[in-house]
């Protein structure tokens, strides 16, 4: 889908990304829309949640959350290239029907995470939240400023699909990986986390300390734009 604010992507794929989604939508077939696309993107979005809850009764289920991660990001990333070069763009619906079915994507993955035995709910849950409020930020944004930024610190949707395929794979293949975990006291209660707990742990900080620099530099600029009167 399309949106009317300037989309601001500085990823380390980007370039490629852009020349292959390019690609795909040049040869997508007629009877192919960009809702098609979009829900296309859901499907993914449903297919890694029940790998990942199917990986309680056998790991080799996270293949199938990692076919999810392709799937979602054939969909989510090639709605908006097709409506580009079919030059169909609807900017309202597509940036309404676009986000509000990311924001379902994103609860669905992170909800399948967390009900899987790999990681504890409430740490994905929190990984979740932190998410949602970072991409509550963009909207803010991309209304007030007119600016849709998709990435930071050179990391966007792709490359963290990316990341989590990797993990996929360290898992199925490293047995000593999976079966590791450490104890750990927190408010006079011991808790057991496994290696993707930190690894969900790890994600979660990097996200909030994200998020206070962006709010931090969003901030001043608003302020700088929006002086007090005098």
Same mark, same amino acid.
């Given at each position: /889908?399309?949106?009317?604010?300037n $989309?601001?992507?500085?990823s380390?794929?980007?370039?490629?990304?852009?020349?292959? &989604?390019?690609?795909l939508a040049?040869?997508?077939? !007629?009877w /192919?829309?960009s809702d098609?696309?979009t829900?296309?993107g859901?499907?993914?979005?449903?297919?890694?949640?029940?790998? =990942?809850?199917?990986?309680? *009764?056998s790991?080799h289920?996270?293949? &199938?959350?990692?076919?999810?991660?392709?799937?979602?990001?054939y969909?989510? !990333?090639?709605?908006?290239?097709?409506? $580009?070069?079919?030059?169909?763009?609807?900017?309202? *619906?597509?940036? =309404?029907?676009?986000?509000?079915?990311d924001?379902?994507?994103?609860?669905? %993955?992170? #909800?399948?995470?967390?009900l !899987?035995?790999? %990681?504890?709910?409430?740490?994905? /849950?929190?990984a979740?939240?932190?998410y @949602? %409020?970072?991409? &509550?930020? #963009?909207?803010?944004?991309?209304h007030?400023?007119?600016?849709?930024?998709?990435?930071?610190?050179?990391?966007?949707?792709?490359?963290? $699909?990316?990341?989590l395929?990797?993990?996929?794979?360290?898992?199925?293949?490293i047995?000593? &990986?999976? %079966?590791?975990?450490? !104890?750990?006291?927190?408010l006079g209660?011991?808790v057991? @986390?496994s290696a @993707?707990?930190? #690894?969900?742990?790890?994600i979660?900080? @990097?996200?909030v300390?994200? =998020?206070f620099?962006?709010?931090?530099?969003?901030?001043?600029? *608003?302020?700088?734009?929006?002086p007090?009167?005098?």
């Amino acid at each position: /889908m399309e949106e009317k604010s300037n $989309r601001i992507q500085t990823s380390i794929l980007n370039g490629v990304e852009k020349k292959i &989604l390019t690609w795909l939508a040049a040869r997508e077939p !007629s009877w /192919m829309t960009s809702d098609t696309l979009t829900f296309i993107g859901f499907i993914g979005a449903v297919v890694i949640a029940a790998g =990942y809850i199917l990986s309680n *009764y056998s790991i080799h289920w996270l293949w &199938l959350s990692s076919l999810g991660f392709v799937i979602n990001w054939y969909g989510d !990333s090639l709605d908006g290239t097709l409506a $580009r070069v079919r030059h169909t763009q609807r900017p309202v *619906y597509g940036f =309404y029907l676009d986000h509000t079915v990311d924001a379902i994507n994103e609860v669905l %993955m992170f #909800v399948g995470i967390g009900l !899987s035995s790999l %990681m504890h709910l409430p740490i994905a /849950m929190a990984a979740l939240v932190v998410y @949602l %409020m970072l991409t &509550l930020n #963009v909207c803010v944004n991309a209304h007030l400023k007119g600016e849709f930024k998709l990435t930071y610190a050179g990391f966007g949707p792709t490359e963290l $699909r990316i990341i989590l395929i990797l993990v996929n794979t360290l898992f199925i293949l490293i047995k000593p &990986l999976r %079966m590791w975990s450490c !104890s750990v006291g927190l408010l006079g209660w011991a808790v057991t @986390l496994s290696a @993707l707990d930190l #690894v969900g742990l790890t994600i979660t900080i @990097l996200l909030v300390i994200v =998020y206070f620099i962006t709010i931090y530099k969003d901030a001043s600029w *608003y302020a700088k734009a929006d002086p007090p009167k005098k």
